[in-house]
């Protein structure tokens, strides 16, 4: 499980749901104040939560993440289709993600 610091739950539920297609795993109430929620890719077992109560994590601080996708092309259209900014075109990466490959295609979002 992955903590992302985000300032607003609710629209980054939205966009994680809604724009990436990741699945609500968990909504709970922690108290008067927070909430725990839960999401995971389709499919996958690794999930992440949004947070917004820790100090020493502030929204937008989370530098690094890489989602693995299955076909980079289809999930670049579907994103797009959702409204997602894609900064950067798909191009090949000089790092081996299977041993049967010798360039990784990668896109930022």
Known sequence: MVSIPVADQDRSL?????????ELVD???????????????AGAETSITLVTWLPAM?????QGLVISVDDLEATYAAVSAAG??????????????????????????
Do not use: C, H, K, N
């Not at 939205?14 to 990741?22: K, N």
């Not at 909504?27 to 890719?41: A, F, K, T």
């Open 14 to 22: 939205a966009f994680y749901r809604d724009a990436l297609g990741f």
């Open 58 to 62: 502030t929204p937008g601080s989370l």
């Open 84 to 109: 997602v900014a894609v900064t950067d075109a798909i191009q090949d990466a000089p790092w081996v993600a299977a041993p049967s490959q010798s360039t990784t295609p990668t896109a930022r979002a």
């Open 27 to 41: 909504e709970s109430p922690m108290g008067p104040d927070m909430r725990w929620v839960q999401l995971r890719p």
